[in-house]
């Protein structure tokens, strides 16, 4: 039971709603303006879905279906408003829960998953105060990252059809440069999400597009696969006992009255034996979810080298003299290593096995290739930015 | 300052006191900025300053104490709730005689999130159990 993290979230919440005005308007949900939100985009979607996979279905069976997926969509929205809990996070829930019986991981309480609305991207797993309870908490913003990012690179991948109509990604260098450039939409795209985050502060705040089926589908098994990630790691510092091990550190830095001379190491190792955990969840969790390993391992290192292209654009705008060259930049944190780093350690020696398919091995070709597209855009805009 | 006023700063305060030192303990999957993060360790290291203040407050003035258990007497264990009765209360004790107090927000704010994290119940109780003795 984890009743005491429960009533704990509900104090978070009412916490937030007071202090926070991003908060305030996530609350304040207007059924109506969500309801026409839906009908203009989600219906859109669900439409060229049903355009792909029942091209049969006459306009009026389409809009029965469409309608209903609308209200499903709505009531969801509504739940998540109203219990912090969407249908996303009960499934992750669940995933997580059965990949840990699965592994024979057991945990004395098992962690309240709910969304908390800070406006921040991030997810984040705290102790309830004097108890044995935790909550896994995700702020708003977490959900559009992973879904743009996927998106983004979904769009930036060659698909191709055989000839009986089967779907299939080219994987050489040649046809993603060639695939890229013919399609330039992964660039302005990836333009569009970057510039969101870095000037306004939130990734929200990049347009809505909807991509064709193919892309579409790709797309979900990431973001599925990247929240598992994400919330796997949160696991890992559970289960590697991170949070008794800060109790120990912060004893000795008390006691000392100065901060330790290891205090980075201790906390990118941290970091580290949680990103192990993670992956070995995540992948762990493909038994469950049934998305093959080949998305795990690329929805991981795209969470890391998406993660590292987003500190290299706020280093680009912040910095006054930009050099692309020096890794110092993406140091962002002392808290947590690099996210190339992470990456690197990950699959090193005490690390994960690699992606044998080679699936995963794309990504970082194909955010250099978008991130040296729109480097050079990006510039401008900042000497634009600087003498308006 | 109207009374009114007052009270509100103390609900925001007590609620964003209570919100980063919950948030503070936690462990992110994403780094904040180191620059953020340092600004997030004053504001915290000040919030523990505070509430550390707020207690011995609460436990070297018996009369404070008592006033504040009578008022909150029926209250329910909200935040809000509590930090409007906490500055009701210390409002008067405040601008009256009682020169154990000032009239300051933060102050009322961090003795709310203590009455808060300790339980009406448990932090009132306790005094009875003193009393006795």
Same mark, same amino acid.
């Given at each position: 039971?984890?009743?005491?993290?429960?009533?704990?979230?509900?104090?978070?919440?009412?916490?937030?709603?007071?202090?926070?005005?991003?908060?305030?308007?996530?609350?304040?949900?207007?059924?109506?303006?969500?309801?026409?939100?839906?009908?203009?985009?989600?219906?859109?979607?669900?439409?060229?879905?049903?355009?792909?996979?029942?091209?049969?279905?006459?306009?009026?069976?389409?809009?029965?279906?469409?309608?209903?997926?609308?209200?499903?969509?709505?009531?969801?929205?509504?739940?998540?408003?109203?219990?912090?809990?969407?249908?996303?996070?009960?499934?992750?829930?669940?995933?997580?829960?059965?990949?840990?019986?699965?592994?024979?991981?057991?945990?004395?309480?098992?962690?309240?998953?709910?969304?908390?609305?800070?406006?921040?991207?991030?997810?984040?797993?705290?102790?309830?105060?004097?108890?044995?309870?935790?909550?896994?908490?995700?702020?708003?913003?977490?959900?559009?990252?992973?879904?743009?990012?996927?998106?983004?690179?979904?769009?930036?991948?060659?698909?191709?059809?055989?000839?009986?109509?089967?779907?299939?990604?080219?994987?050489?260098?040649?046809?993603?440069?060639?695939?890229?450039?013919?399609?330039?939409?992964?660039?302005?795209?990836?333009?569009?999400?970057?510039?969101?985050?870095?000037?306004?502060?939130?990734?929200?705040?990049?347009?809505?597009?909807?991509?064709?089926?193919?892309?579409? /589908? &790709?797309?979900?098994?990431?973001?599925?696969?990247?929240?598992?990630?994400?919330?796997?790691?949160?696991?890992?510092?559970?289960?590697?006992?991170?949070?008794?091990?800060?109790?120990?550190?912060?004893?000795?830095?008390?006691?000392?009255?100065?901060? #330790?001379?290891?205090?980075?190491?201790?906390?990118?190792?941290?970091?580290?034996?949680?990103?192990?955990?993670?992956?070995?969840?995540?992948?762990?969790?493909?038994?469950?979810?049934?998305?093959?390993?080949?998305?795990? /391992?690329?929805? &991981?290192?795209?969470?890391?080298?998406?993660?590292?292209?987003?500190?290299?654009?706020?280093?680009?705008?912040?910095?006054?003299?930009?050099?692309?060259?020096?890794?110092?930049?993406?140091?962002?944190?002392?808290?947590? #290593?690099?996210?190339?780093?992470?990456?690197?350690?990950?699959?090193?020696?005490?690390?994960?096995?690699?992606?044998?398919?080679?699936?995963?091995? &794309?990504?970082?070709?194909?955010?250099?290739?978008?991130?040296?597209?729109?480097?050079?855009?990006?510039?401008?805009?900042?000497?634009?930015?600087?003498?308006? | 300052?109207?009374?009114?006023?007052?009270?509100?700063?103390?609900?925001?305060?007590?609620?964003?006191?209570?919100?980063?030192?919950?948030?503070?303990?936690?462990?992110?999957?994403?780094?904040?900025?180191?620059?953020?993060?340092?600004?997030?360790?004053?504001?915290?290291?000040?919030?523990?300053?505070?509430?550390?203040?707020?207690?011995?407050?609460?436990?070297?003035?018996?009369?404070?104490?008592?006033?504040?258990?009578?008022?909150?007497?029926?209250?329910?264990?909200?935040?809000?709730?509590?930090?409007?009765?906490?500055?009701?209360?210390?409002?008067?004790?405040?601008?009256?005689?009682?020169?154990?107090?000032?009239?300051?927000?933060?102050?009322?704010?961090?003795?709310?999130?203590?009455?808060?994290?300790?339980?009406?119940?448990?932090?009132?109780?306790?005094?009875?159990?003193?009393?006795?003795?």
């Amino acid at each position: 039971m984890n009743d005491i993290a429960q009533n704990y979230y509900s104090h978070l919440v009412k916490a937030v709603i007071t202090t926070n005005e991003c908060a305030k308007k996530f609350y304040s949900f207007d059924e109506e303006t969500h309801r026409k939100n839906y009908y203009s985009h989600s219906a859109a979607l669900v439409e060229k879905d049903l355009a792909s996979n029942y091209p049969n279905l006459t306009q009026k069976e389409k809009n029965i279906i469409i309608a209903q997926q609308c209200e499903i969509l709505l009531n969801d929205e509504k739940q998540r408003r109203l219990t912090g809990r969407s249908s996303t996070i009960i499934k992750l829930e669940e995933v997580i829960n059965r990949t840990l019986s699965q592994q024979g991981i057991s945990l004395e309480n098992f962690p309240y998953f709910a969304e908390l609305p800070t406006g921040k991207l991030n997810a984040t797993i705290i102790k309830v105060p004097n108890t044995t309870q935790y909550l896994v908490l995700f702020e708003n913003q977490i959900y559009t990252f992973v879904l743009l990012l996927s998106k983004v690179f979904a769009l930036s991948l060659p698909i191709y059809r055989d000839r009986v109509g089967e779907s299939g990604i080219s994987i050489d260098d040649s046809s993603i440069a060639r695939h890229l450039y013919n399609n330039p939409e992964a660039f302005q795209r990836f333009y569009e999400l970057i510039t969101a985050y870095v000037l306004t502060g939130s990734v929200n705040n990049a347009p809505k597009y909807i991509p064709s089926y193919e892309v579409s /589908y &790709i797309t979900e098994q990431l973001i599925h696969s990247m929240e598992i990630f994400v919330v796997a790691h949160e696991f890992g510092h559970l289960i590697n006992g991170h949070f008794e091990k800060s109790n120990d550190f912060n004893i000795v830095e008390n006691y000392l009255g100065i901060k #330790p001379v290891n205090e980075v190491h201790f906390n990118w190792n941290l970091e580290w034996e949680a990103d192990v955990t993670g992956a070995q969840l995540a992948l762990a969790s493909s038994l469950i979810t049934g998305i093959t390993l080949p998305w795990v /391992y690329t929805s &991981i290192q795209l969470f890391f080298h998406g993660l590292h292209f987003f500190d290299r654009a706020s280093s680009l705008f912040s910095k006054e003299t930009y050099n692309p060259e020096d890794k110092r930049i993406l140091v962002k944190s002392l808290s947590h #290593p690099a996210p190339a780093l992470r990456h690197e350690h990950l699959f090193g020696s005490n690390g994960i096995e690699k992606d044998a398919s080679g699936l995963s091995e &794309i990504v970082v070709k194909i955010l250099n290739i978008l991130w040296y597209e729109i480097e050079p855009k990006l510039l401008e805009l900042k000497s634009k930015l600087k003498t308006e | 300052m109207s009374d009114f006023e007052i009270k509100n700063e103390v609900v925001i305060l007590s609620n964003e006191i209570f919100l980063q030192q919950a948030l503070n303990g936690g462990k992110n999957s994403i780094p904040e900025a180191d620059a953020n993060n340092n600004l997030n360790r004053n504001k915290i290291s000040k919030y523990d300053e505070l509430i550390k203040y707020a207690k011995t407050l609460l436990e070297q003035n018996k009369d404070i104490k008592s006033s504040l258990c009578a008022a909150l007497k029926s209250a329910s264990n909200d935040l809000t709730e509590i930090a409007k009765i906490v500055a009701a209360t210390l409002i008067p004790l405040a601008i009256g005689n009682n020169t154990s107090i000032q009239l300051d927000s933060y102050i009322f704010a961090g003795i709310s999130v203590v009455v808060f994290n300790a339980g009406i119940n448990t932090l009132c109780n306790e005094k009875k159990e003193n009393n006795n003795e």
